[in-house]
């Protein structure tokens, strides 16, 4: 990975103000992956690229704490995690029970695409996933590109800028630790 005096595009990643250079530099390729997160979801789903983007950017800047970026990855994967929370967000609220969401047992594949899940197994794979990201953050790193946004090994790799290998590894060291915390949830019910 990059060390922490590193530049990319002439912009320094450790500055906690350099957020507002950078995000033009990367708008683009979290567009991008924006757009082929919601393109995933269900039919009807309101909120758009732009607005998921920039929803996901409020959260990264809007805390308290001013944040040091690392590096490019390092800002892509947060921007990620920002989506990630976002979307879950938007169906923890369609699934609460005020609005009529009842809990249903069913299997997943994590191969598969998040969108063609119900909401309430989207909130319990990313309950295992907030676990994941306590203990293994690199690894639910690339469970977030790969489960949510569809991205390949190859893509992944790239964003995070580890090998290739690196991402095979953490993929399916992760899978195996979401499947046992949902099977233990499964269990307990």
């Known amino acids: 990975m990059c060390d922490d005096s590193q530049k990319v595009g002439e912009i320094d990643w450790t500055n906690s ?34 607005a998921l983007v920039h929803e996901a950017y409020l959260r990264l800047a809007g805390g308290s704490e001013p944040v040091r970026w690392n590096h490019r990855g390092h800002f892509v994967s947060a921007a990620t995690q920002a989506m990630r929370r976002v979307i879950l967000d938007n169906a923890r609220r369609k699934n609460s029970l005020k ?67 690196t991402v095979q590894r953490y993929w399916a060291f992760a899978r195996v630790w979401i499947y046992t915390q949902l099977e233990e949830k499964d269990a307990d019910r």
């Open 99 to 165: 609005r009529g969401g009842h809990g249903k047992r069913i299997e997943i594949d994590l191969n598969g695409c998040s969108a063609a899940l119900p909401d309430d197994r989207l909130i319990e794979i990313d309950e295992a996933l907030s676990k994941l990201e306590l203990e293994f953050p690199d690894h639910a790193a690339v469970v977030s590109l790969r489960f949510y946004f569809g991205q390949t090994n190859q893509e992944s790799a790239e964003l995070l800028g580890i090998s290739t290998a």
């Open 17 to 50: 103000e350099a957020s507002e250079q950078f995000l033009p530099q990367v708008y683009d390729e979290l567009r991008r992956l924006a757009s082929k997160l919601l393109a995933l979801e269900r039919p009807g789903q309101t909120l758009q690229p732009t």
